[in-house]
């Protein structure tokens, strides 16, 4: 019997806070507020972007503005400032070889790939820069978004031989509504969608995802030993 395969969203799902926010900006004098701004400005420039594109577009000339080299070396630095979500790494240590763990973030591939749970995954799926001969990044080859996280589940499907697309045997666990169409894809296509949220979160999105039938199952994000959500992933990973 094939491994079960689980898919996260990574901000908010692994993390505590579900909007990015990068410790490089901070340490640029960048603050959140900033930066938004910066996106709408680019946005009103560019009128048929969207907000992702706005994001990745923005982290680059921030750091271009700033004069810092736009490379590898210094995309790794741009972590998240965020703790994760109660009993991540027992988690992982618990079902690594039980189970393949995929993240699909619309996050930055470079800096998920240095992460202290980066280890886990069997592969790292997030927004990835183009780069000229030198190495250095002048615009983003591929922007992760909402949608095109369905594709990323269909590769992981074909990479296992399931070219029928049945997600029985999967698990897609995520956050927000930007969730919906990996939960929808997952759901109807015989596996399970998971959504979670902080014990301080009200369900309003849950309830939006619940009623157009995306999404069933709901637990608090908290992945310690013999929290209702460890045990829901537990018995799905043991086929109970």
Known sequence: MNKPILIYDYDGTLTTNSVPRVNLMDELGCTP???????KEWIHENPKSDVFDAYY???LNVLKEKGYPLTDETFAKATNISD???GIFDYFEDFKDSADHYLVSSGFKIPLMHTP???YFK?????????DKEGNAYGIDYAMNDRKKVDKIKEICQAHGNLDYDCTNMVYLGDGLTDIYAMEFMKTHGGTAVFVHQPHETLDNFNKLHEQGVVDIVRVADYSRNSELYNLLKGIIDGK
């Not at 507020?33 to 996106?39: A, G, L, P, V």
């Not at 592969?123 to 780069?131: H, L, M, N, R, V």
Request: charged letters at 15%; glycine letters at 4%; zero cysteines.
């Open 84 to 86: 994760y979500n109660p």
């Open 123 to 131: 592969e790292i799926y997030g927004t990835t820069f183009a780069y």
């Open 57 to 59: 577009i923005t982290f």
């Open 117 to 119: 749970i980066a280890k």
């Open 33 to 39: 507020e900033h930066y938004q701004q910066k996106m």
